[in-house]
C-alpha cells in the first residue's frame, strides 16, 4: 500500500495562512429554537429519541429554517419513513400554523387555506433548493443523489433503517459501515444531520424509554464515537422536549430546551427562570384547583 | 424566526411571509398539547409548583387576608411538599427557618387551618414525628 500521509510542515503553512486570512469558515445561520446548533460543512449531528418523539419534526424544522435563512444552502431529505408529501404537510404545517390533520385530511377552512397559500408561497423561493430522496434507501442511493443535487446539507432519518452494500451484513455491522460512509459524506463537504432510534432502558421494572444517554442509540457505539455532536430528544414537562446534548465534539455540552406543538409541528424556545413563572399560568379564578407540589 | 399573525402579514409585509418568518395562529396564545397519557405526572411537578406559587401571591394571599408571620409558614411548607402533595415539617424547624418562635407558628398554622389555606392529613404524636400538611395556594374550606 502507498502511505498516504500529510506532513505538518505541509499542513502548517497552509494553516497558518487561514487563520492570517481572519475568513471565518461557513457556519449555517438558523433559528431559535435550534440557533445553538453548530451546523456546517462537514459536521455530523445525531438526533435521537424515543419514536414519537419529535426526531423528524426538529429535523425538518432544522432544514427548512437553514434553506430559509441561507441562501446558497441545498438540501436533501431522506426519510425512509414518510414520503414526501407527508413530510411537506409537515413542513406547510408549522409554515402556516394550521393543524397538521386538517392538513393531512384535507379539511381546510377558507382562513387555515389562505396561511397555507401563504406558506406555499414562503417555501416557492427555496423549493428549487430542496430535494427528498425516493426508495431505494440505501446510503449509495444518497451519496448519489447528494452528488447530483450539489446538496451540502443532508438529513437522514432515520439511520437504522438505511441499507449498505447489499444489506447483507447483519445490523451492527452495517450500521459501522454506514457510520463510515456518513462521515465520508462529511468529508465531501456536507452537513450531516441524522436522526437515530434508540434502545430502551431496563430497569427493575421492565424497559422503557426514560433515562436515555449517549449509550442508548440503538445498534452500534460507532455512532457515539462517529458523530460530532449527539442530542436526545428527552421529554420535560407539560408540552417541553429538551434535546439534551450528550456530546459535542466542538463546542460546549449545552442542553436546548424547547416546547414542542405537535399539533403545529413547532418546536419554539421553553421559557426559562424566572420567565417560567410567567409561563405557569396564575390562577385565572379564585377558586383554582392548583395544589402546591 | 419571528412568529406573525396572518393579519401582520397582510398589513407590513404585502401577504408575503417574509423568509425570517413563520405564520402563528391569530389567537394570541401559545397552543399547547395536551400531555399523553403516558407521561408520568413528575414531569408537570415544576410548573404547576410554579402556577400554585403565582395563585397564591395573586389571590391566596388577599383573600385569606394572611399575616406576614402566616404567609412565612405558608411559603415553607410550600418548599418542603414533596412528590406525595404533603409536606412533613417540625414546628420548631419552621420556626428556625422562618425566623419565627415556635409559638408564632404554633398560631400561624392555627390561622392558616381556619383560613382554609393548610389542612392536616395527619396529626404529629411524640413519637411520631411532625405533622403531615396539604398546601392549598388559594383558600379551601370545608
Redesign the interface.
Request: hydrophobic fraction near 35%.
Given at each position: 500500500m502507498t502511505p498516504n500521509v500529510t506532513t505538518g510542515a505541509d499542513l502548517l503553512g497552509s494553516w497558518f495562512a487561514e487563520v492570517e486570512r481572519g475568513e471565518p469558515p461557513v457556519r449555517f445561520k438558523l433559528?431559535?429554537p435550534f440557533a445553538g446548533l453548530d451546523v456546517r460543512p462537514g459536521r455530523l449531528i445525531l438526533f435521537g429519541g424515543a419514536p414519537g418523539g419529535g426526531k423528524t419534526a426538529a429535523l425538518l424544522q432544522v432544514g427548512i429554517?437553514l434553506l430559509?435563512?441561507n441562501e446558497a444552502a441545498r438540501l436533501l431529505v431522506a426519510n425512509v419513513e414518510m414520503v414526501p408529501t407527508l413530510l411537506v404537510d409537515r413542513i406547510v404545517s408549522?409554515?402556516?400554523?394550521v393543524p397538521l390533520t386538517a392538513i393531512i385530511d384535507r379539511t381546510l377552512t377558507p382562513?387555515e387555506l389562505?396561511?397555507v397559500r401563504?406558506?406555499v408561497?414562503?417555501l416557492a423561493?427555496v423549493a428549487g433548493r430542496l430535494a427528498f430522496l425516493n426508495a431505494p434507501y440505501s446510503l449509495e442511493h444518497v451519496a448519489a443523489a447528494g452528488t447530483d443535487f450539489a446538496a451540502d446539507v443532508m438529513i437522514l432519518d432515520y439511520i437504522q433503517r438505511f441499507t449498505v452494500g447489499d444489506g447483507s451484513d447483519d445490523k451492527r455491522q452495517q450500521l459501522e459501515t454506514a457510520v463510515t460512509v456518513l462521515r465520508r459524506f462529511c468529508d465531501a463537504g456536507a452537513a450531516v444531520l441524522v436522526a437515530a432510534a434508540v434502545a430502551r432502558q431496563k430497569t427493575a421494572t421492565g424497559s422503557t424509554y426514560?433515562g436515555l444517554n449517549l449509550a442508548s442509540f440503538r445498534g452500534s457505539s460507532e455512532l457515539e464515537y462517529g458523530t460530532d455532536s449527539a442530542y436526545l430528544l428527552v421529554?420535560?414537562?407539560?408540552?417541553?422536549i429538551t434535546l439534551q446534548c450528550e456530546k459535542n465534539r466542538f463546542g460546549a455540552v449545552d442542553d436546548i430546551a424547547t416546547?414542542?406543538?405537535?399539533?403545529?409541528q413547532?418546536f419554539?424556545p421553553a421559557p426559562a427562570g424566572l420567565d417560567?413563572?410567567d409561563?405557569?399560568?396564575?390562577?385565572a379564578t379564585?377558586?383554582?384547583k392548583?395544589?402546591?407540589? | 424566526m419571528r412568529r406573525l399573525t396572518m393579519n401582520e402579514v397582510k398589513e407590513h409585509h404585502g401577504g408575503i411571509l417574509p423568509p425570517d418568518a413563520i405564520l402563528r395562529p391569530d389567537v394570541d396564545e401559545e397552543p399547547a398539547r395536551a400531555a399523553p397519557p403516558s407521561k408520568p405526572k413528575r414531569r408537570a411537578a415544576r410548573s404547576e409548583r410554579f402556577a400554585a406559587l403565582n395563585a397564591f401571591v395573586d389571590f391566596g394571599i388577599s383573600d385569606a387576608a394572611l399575616t406576614p408571620a402566616e404567609a412565612l409558614v405558608w411559603l415553607v411548607l410550600f418548599r418542603d411538599v414533596k412528590g406525595t402533595g404533603t409536606a412533613r415539617t417540625g414546628q420548631a424547624d419552621i420556626a428556625r427557618r422562618a425566623g419565627l418562635s415556635v409559638r408564632g407558628v404554633k398560631l400561624a398554622l392555627r390561622k392558616l387551618k381556619a383560613k382554609g389555606m393548610v389542612q392536616v392529613v395527619r396529626r404529629g404524636q411524640l413519637n411520631a414525628g411532625p405533622s403531615t400538611y396539604r398546601v392549598l395556594p388559594t383558600r379551601r374550606m370545608g
Open positions: 433559528a431559535e429554517d430559509r435563512m408549522r409554515l402556516s400554523a382562513d389562505e396561511r401563504a406558506a408561497a414562503a423561493p426514560r421529554p420535560a414537562e407539560g408540552d417541553g416546547r414542542f406543538d405537535a399539533d403545529r413547532t419554539t417560567a413563572f409561563a405557569a399560568t396564575p390562577a379564585k377558586n383554582s392548583s395544589k402546591g407540589g | -
